[in-house]
């Protein structure tokens, strides 16, 4: 009991912070990288640093942004005197994908389990060398983890973009940082085209889902409490899927709405392996949107949304 309300008295601390931080708005100080995903740079890669230990190459990261608040004061005169007064820092957004240390990807999975999850450690930019240039230490507290449309028809790699809340951020010397190490090779390939949805009952009516968007969890504001909330995401089937989904929503309709749970497993590029697996806790029919297509080269489809109480994340095969 008493770990349960010191989780969510931190949770509250945390979200008060991160609503009125602007999180969600665009991020300074970008990094980019494709040295993270095939070798080849452009300028350079992105190193992330945990607990003093290189964990991993990530695609893009940005934020930890000091921003001062201006304040102007009459004087009595035509013109304000103007002084800094309170600063904040951006959130920081990072992108990673297959590869990274175990311990990245439990901190993933705590977070939406409704665990406290603070990352501490430094962003480093390499050169096509692999010489540290440039470092960022920071310490923050995860408070949103988003996945890309996972879509049959993408040629993509997959990846995570994670959301901390700093609460230290700021330069570090680079001479902290050795030479980065050789790209990780052996990682089992993550392919957003490569994945399988199932949801209990539908089993059948799944089968046809060729696009999954909007799958991310993050701390809302409910009522007076800040949760870590699964957001509402869409499926996309065939249009000869549906009556299955119209049968579990009549249920809605007579106000005896069944919820059921599911999971998607995210598969190697063969769609022979599993690397990873989101578990879909109490879910339900939010809206059926048909397309109504009729054109003769068109596949007849449909987007169902739903809500869902909890995302579960199980990670650790990407590592």
Partial sequence: MKQDIARRAFLGRLGTAAL???IGGSLLGAWSSNAAVSGATFGGSIGLELDQAFAGYLQAASGGDR????????????????????????????RAGAGMAPGFYSAVEAFAAGKPSTLRGALVYFDQNRVPRQ??????????????????????GG???VTLLPQAAGPESVAQSPAGPAPKTGSKAWSLSAYKI????????????SRIEGLQVKLVQTG???????GNFKITVRTNALPAFYQWSDQ????????????ITLLTPNLQTQIAAIEIVNCSVVQITNSWETAADKVAVATVELYCEQLRFNLAGLA
């Fill in 67 to 94: 921003v001062f608040e201006v304040t102007a004061a009459s004087t009595g005169s035509s013109i304000a005197n103007k002084s800094i007064g309170g600063m904040r820092l951006t959130p920081i957004e990072i």
């Fill in 224 to 230: 007076r409490d800040v949760n870590v909330d699964a």
């Fill in 252 to 263: 809605c309709v007579k106000g005896q709405c069944n919820e059921a749970s599911g999971a």
């Fill in 159 to 161: 990846y995570f973009t």
């Fill in 20 to 22: 009125t931080s602007g």
């Fill in 198 to 209: 199932q949801i209990q009952g539908l089993e059948a009516a799944t089968q046809s889902v």
């Fill in 135 to 156: 470092r960022l230490g920071f310490e923050g507290s995860i408070v949103g983890v988003a996945l890309p449309v996972l879509d049959a028809a993408s040629g993509g």
